[in-house]
Antibody, heavy 118, light 107 residues
């Protein structure tokens, strides 16, 4: 069974940093592109970015490129999202997703909640 | 960026009815379109890719169609478990972008 489990969410003060992890199991992690999507409370979905199998290609949505960094550790079957200079606008549920055939997200984690507040 | 305009924002229909959700792209996306279903309190799940291909395990009452800039998701014989929000997403070009979503309720 394909499983993606996010961790590392919580309450963080404005201007601080936070790193999310996504542990993958049930599939060959190093064969897939992986990515992150977020959803602000009561809002729609926003693609953050994606990383290819060997980390040689990372794509970001332009507005977040200077704040967020996506990385992965294939030996640990883990995807990461490093977030810096957090503001209230970054309050959201952060989902980790697997990119299957045709660059669509065919598996999603349960999400990690991040609240940015003083 | 390619803008995805989704309509309606909300929809109420009776069990057994057929509903259609529309998605319009700001430019031709050459069938690079997916539909996702997000049930309340859950993560999104893939329904349709390549505009009209049903993802594994998705009931056949869901179907997708369209081309160019206009796409639609149809749900036949609406079931209670179809209560959810539905999002379209284009993957023809970066950055990947989503529609604003359609919230489907049962009358």
């Amino acid at each position: 069974e394909v499983k993606l489990v996010e961790s590392g969410g919580g309450l963080v003060q404005p201007g601080r940093s936070l790193k999310l992890s996504c542990a993958a199991s049930g599939f060959s992690f190093n064969d897939y592109w992986m990515g992150w999507v977020r959803q602000a409370p009561g809002k729609g979905l926003e693609w953050i970015g994606e990383i290819n199998q060997d980390s040689s290609t990372i794509n970001y949505t332009p507005s977040l490129k200077d704040k967020f960094t996506i990385s992965r550790d294939n030996a640990q079957n883990t995807l990461y999202l490093q977030m810096s200079k957090l503001g209230s606008e970054d309050t959201a549920i952060y989902y980790c997703a697997r990119f299957g055939t045709y660059d669509v997200m065919d598996a999603w984690g349960q999400g990690a909640s991040v609240t940015v507040s003083s | 960026d390619i803008q995805m305009t989704q309509s309606p924002a909300s929809l109420s229909a009776s069990l057994g009815e057929t509903v259609t959700i529309e998605c319009r792209a700001s430019e031709d996306i050459y069938n690079g379109l997916a539909w996702y279903q997000q049930k309340p309190g859950k993560s999104p799940q893939l329904l349709i890719y390549n505009a009209n291909s049903l993802h594994t395990g998705v009931p056949s009452r869901f179907s997708g169609s369209g081309s160019g800039t206009q796409y639609s998701l149809k749900i036949n014989s609406l079931q209670s478990e179809d209560v959810a929000s539905y999002f379209c997403q284009q993957y023809y070009n970066y950055p990947l972008t989503f529609g604003s979503g359609t919230k489907l309720e049962i009358k």
